[in-house]
């Protein structure tokens, strides 16, 4: 499929990228195969390097079902640094200029990966705690037990211009800001895949709530996912419903095959739920002279606070004027009033609308549709 992204002088260029698949193949390879600055977002959940040694059992002498398969084992440190410099660099070409890049990992690894992004000049941004509401007990009773993995967020370069849907997450924790430490479950229960033999697909198969978080901060609908380290699906999924391109690559075909199963059965959320609250500052300026002339707000008209503590008449030019001589923009003589250094005009006046008082930001925003729906 052809998609359009920018090139170094800034001009767009149509490209051929295979959208919406999974490629099986060495994610180095596969994604050096890939345009340069082709995709918005990388999120890589690699190889954790478990150095386990030898069986974990539980009290019950029971076998834990842990991570033992091939492509978690390495020769030593400097192997794994190898291997995640080289995935690095990779991810880096293939990331547009104002992307960004995702990588999840435990303590295991995270601190060497964290060091090589470092050096190959990403900026970080954020580290994510997910905090499990409910992790594997440590049956050993030798250690904490391990409840949380860590999620490093970085962009390319200090200057970039990544996307990050601040409002959209702040509306998503009740109107409060989204913090640090994400307290989500671990993928269990019906979320969890199986094979024909009625075990777990992928031994760390992350849950959806999780990518849905994450994509949901910092994508937009139409934006390219790549996943390199794609495993069953589970960002291919997410990306899907939430209208996202994504790009998988997964090297094991056993879990190619899982992944392309469940992405066939999923459906795209229809257009108008992939929505995201957007930021203020993003709608198209108002003045509020507008309102005058469109004779939304007429001249003479008294605006007040919500309080009704000050008040201030509306003249033609769409400035107002208070008590003692205060004259100037809703903005300003806002400030005035209060004695402040500076005043969001359109939340602190409010007009009568018969009962009450409504913010003038209500009919600002009654101009902000109309255009919305004219584009």
Not at 12 to 30: E, G, K, Y
């Amino acid at each position: 499929m052809r998609t359009n992204v920018k090139t170094k002088s800034g001009k767009r260029q149509a490209v051929s990228l295979p959208l919406d698949t999974v490629i099986v193949d060495d994610c180095i390879a596969a994604m050096n195969a890939l345009p340069e600055k082709s995709v918005d977002l990388v999120f890589a959940d690699p190889p954790y390097n478990l150095q386990l040694g030898g069986e974990l059992r539980r009290p019950n002498e029971s076998v834990v079902d842990g991570v033992t398969e091939k492509w978690d084992q390495f020769g030593g440190f400097a192997a794994y640094d190898d291997f995640t410099e080289a995935w690095l660099r990779a991810a880096r070409r293939v990331l547009k200029d104002d992307g960004a890049l995702w990588v999840i990992g435990s303590y295991h690894n995270i601190f060497r990966v964290g060091a090589t992004l470092q050096n190959l000049d990403f900026w970080i941004l954020n580290d994510i705690v997910w905090r499990k509401t409910n992790p594997m007990p440590n049956f050993r009773g030798k250690r904490f037990t391990n409840a949380h993995e860590t999620l490093i967020w970085c962009a390319k370069s200090p200057d970039a211009r990544y996307t990050f849907n601040y409002e959209a997450m702040k509306a998503a924790n009740e109107d409060l800001q989204m913090r640090s430490d994400w307290v989500l479950p671990i993928c269990t229960g019906g979320e969890r895949l199986k094979n024909a033999e009625g075990k777990k697909a992928h031994p760390t198969q992350k849950p959806e709530a999780l990518l849905h978080r994450l994509l949901l901060a910092a994508t937009k609908p139409g934006d390219i996912v790549l996943d390199p380290f794609f495993g069953v699906g589970t960002t291919g999924a997410v990306a899907k419903r939430l209208g996202r391109r994504f790009i998988g690559i997964e090297r094991e075909k056993a879990y190619a095959t899982v992944a392309r199963k469940r992405l066939s059965d999923i459906a795209p959320y229809e257009p108008r739920a992939r929505a995201v609250t957007q930021p203020r500052r993003s709608a198209p300026r108002v003045p509020f002279g507008t309102l005058v002339e469109r004779r939304m707000v007429e001249p003479g008209t008294i605006l007040h606070s919500a309080n009704r503590r000050h008040s201030a008449l509306v003249r033609a030019d769409g400035t107002l004027e208070a008590d003692g001589g205060l004259s100037g923009s809703i903005h300003k003589v806002g400030a005035l009033v209060q004695g402040a250094e500076a005043c969001n005009g359109w939340t602190f006046w409010h007009i009568e609308t018969g009962e009450a008082l409504a913010p003038i930001d209500t009919l600002r925003q009654v101009i902000r549709d109309e255009m919305a729906a004219a584009a």
